[in-house]
């Protein structure tokens, strides 16, 4: 996996402003459609509910596509631990790096300068 570098634009750590963090549906679709559209591979993953137990075996499967995480995302309640990076279909390298930081609560480092302000408007 990808380390979060400062040569990408700076990580943004995901707390809403009302303290609430996101969970990882949330997050993806703010991500939006370069998301779905993105390979993802997920390392060291520890999740609750129920597709828990299905996102840690796609996950070891290798890369899954962008609208596959979103499925099981949507049926997990918590990420304790875990790295997800996405990658464009039409590159090697990840485009947004995604580290759970704490129960859903997330560091993000990404190559968008769009997605890095949306993400800053959005969390605190």
Do not use: H, K, Y
């Not at 993802?40 to 299905?54: F, K, M, N, R």
């Not at 990076?85 to 997330?106: C, K, M, S, Y």
């Not at 997605?115 to 969390?123: K, Q, T, V």
Request: net charge negative; charged share 30%.
């Amino acid at each position: 996996m990808t380390q979060l570098r400062t040569a990408w634009r700076r990580a943004v750590e995901t707390v809403t402003t009302d303290g609430e963090p996101p969970d990882l549906t949330e997050l993806l679709a703010l991500v939006g459609p370069a998301g779905e559209a993105s390979l993802w591979t997920c390392d060291d993953l520890e999740a609750l509910g129920p597709s828990a137990a299905e996102l840690r075996l796609e996950a070891s499967a290798g890369p899954s596509p962008g609208r596959r995480l979103a499925e099981l995302a949507a049926d997990v309640d918590i990420l304790s631990d875990g790295t997800f990076e996405a990658t464009r279909p039409d590159d090697d390298r990840p485009w947004l790096a995604v580290r759970v930081i704490g129960a859903n609560q997330f560091a993000i480092a990404t190559r968008s300068r769009r997605l890095l302000d949306e993400l800053r408007s959005r969390f605190a």
